[in-house]
Each structure stands twice: as structure tokens, then as C-alpha cells.
């Protein structure tokens, strides 16, 4: 398995955690209007995550909707931090963070039902990589990823946000933008 993930799903240092999602992606650095309000809705599905773990009154949006310019795109990126509450650790905040609400969607509980129910196994794909000596952690969502299964055969996801506000044709594009990049790095 091998990833070039750009998004932290959390970064655990010091008893504070922040998680930096990624919603909106794009060739330029013009993004649509639902690209902002869907990033708006995943940092207040984290927000709401992390208020379970959190000292009260410490979650905050350091950065909102900033644009990250990476090879060939670009991504609209926002920071949640949070202080956790006396006792809690990774375990309590992995347990409250998991999946990771860039690709699991809001309302978090229903998004999983419906992908449960029509979709393949992502394998490692959307899940979280990276390491930790337990006081500590620097974990990735597993986007950009590859991996090899025992039949040898290369894989990788790649995908797009679907909301009710999305256009099929627009969401097409992106998933073959970001598609286009991962294959680029196997010629």
C-alpha cells in the first residue's frame, strides 16, 4: 500500500487534536458554491465529533475554506481544532471520529446505511493511515492511496461528493481529475 493522502483526518499532539477536511476539488482554483457549503457542512459533522471527546468551549475552526494548491489541482481545505476533556485519549477520539466524515457524509449514521447498501467494498480506500505512539498521532484519510490485493493487481479509489445539490456531470469530471493524477504516477 502506498499514499500520497494530502488530508489529515487528525493530528493528535499535547492533548489537542486537529482534523483538517477536504471537501472541493478542482483544476482551477474557482470553486462552485456547493463545494463551500458541502466543506461547511463536513467541519460541522466534525465539530459535532469532536465536541464528544472535547474540553467544552475548545473546538474551533482555526481556517475556513482556504484553497490548497496541489500538482494539477486544487483543494478547498478547513482546520477544526479541539483540546480534549481530562481522561480522553486516541482510542475515545478515534471512537468518536471514525469514519472519517469527508467520505462517510452528513448525517454521518444515515450516509453509512446508504453506502453499506450500494456500495462495493472500498477496501483500503477512505480509510485511515498513518502513526502513533499513542500520546501522539499523525493520520491521514486513505485518499490518493494504492494497494495490491493477493492477485497482484494494483488499485485505487478515487471518487466525489454527492449531494443534493450536485451535478452528476461535474461530480463525473472530479472523479476522473483526481483519477487522472493517481495514474499519472504509475507511468
Given at each position: 500500500m502506498a499514499s500520497a493522502s494530502p488530508e489529515r483526518f487528525i493530528s493528535l499532539k499535547d492533548g489537542v487534536a486537529i482534523s483538517s477536511p477536504i471537501k472541493g476539488t478542482s483544476a482551477t482554483e474557482e470553486f462552485l458554491e456547493k463545494d463551500r457549503a458541502e466543506n461547511l457542512m463536513i467541519v460541522d459533522l466534525i465539530r459535532n465529533d469532536l465536541s464528544k471527546v472535547a474540553k467544552i468551549g475548545s473546538v474551533t475552526t482555526p481556517r475556513l475554506l482556504a484553497t490548497e494548491a496541489h500538482p494539477g489541482l486544487f483543494h478547498l481545505v478547513s482546520d477544526v481544532r479541539a483540546e480534549?476533556?481530562?481522561?480522553?485519549?486516541?482510542?475515545?477520539?478515534?471512537?468518536?471520529?471514525?469514519?472519517?466524515?469527508?467520505?462517510s457524509g452528513a448525517p454521518?449514521?444515515?450516509?453509512?446505511?446508504i453506502i453499506e447498501e450500494n456500495e462495493l467494498s472500498r477496501g483500503p480506500y477512505c480509510g485511515v493511515i498513518g502513526f502513533s505512539d499513542g500520546a501522539r498521532a499523525e493520520l491521514a484519510v486513505g485518499i490518493r492511496i494504492f494497494w495490491q490485493g493477493e492477485d497482484q493487481i494494483l488499485r485505487f479509489g478515487t471518487g466525489a461528493g454527492i449531494t443534493w445539490g450536485s451535478d452528476s456531470e461535474l461530480e463525473w469530471e472530479e472523479t476522473e481529475l483526481k483519477a487522472r493524477k493517481l495514474i499519472g504516477l504509475t507511468r
Amino acid at each position: 500500500m502506498a499514499s500520497a493522502s494530502p488530508e489529515r483526518f487528525i493530528s493528535l499532539k499535547d492533548g489537542v487534536a486537529i482534523s483538517s477536511p477536504i471537501k472541493g476539488t478542482s483544476a482551477t482554483e474557482e470553486f462552485l458554491e456547493k463545494d463551500r457549503a458541502e466543506n461547511l457542512m463536513i467541519v460541522d459533522l466534525i465539530r459535532n465529533d469532536l465536541s464528544k471527546v472535547a474540553k467544552i468551549g475548545s473546538v474551533t475552526t482555526p481556517r475556513l475554506l482556504a484553497t490548497e494548491a496541489h500538482p494539477g489541482l486544487f483543494h478547498l481545505v478547513s482546520d477544526v481544532r479541539a483540546e480534549l476533556s481530562q481522561g480522553k485519549d486516541l482510542v475515545d477520539l478515534l471512537l468518536a471520529m471514525s469514519p472519517p466524515g469527508s467520505v462517510s457524509g452528513a448525517p454521518k449514521s444515515s450516509a453509512l446505511k446508504i453506502i453499506e447498501e450500494n456500495e462495493l467494498s472500498r477496501g483500503p480506500y477512505c480509510g485511515v493511515i498513518g502513526f502513533s505512539d499513542g500520546a501522539r498521532a499523525e493520520l491521514a484519510v486513505g485518499i490518493r492511496i494504492f494497494w495490491q490485493g493477493e492477485d497482484q493487481i494494483l488499485r485505487f479509489g478515487t471518487g466525489a461528493g454527492i449531494t443534493w445539490g450536485s451535478d452528476s456531470e461535474l461530480e463525473w469530471e472530479e472523479t476522473e481529475l483526481k483519477a487522472r493524477k493517481l495514474i499519472g504516477l504509475t507511468r
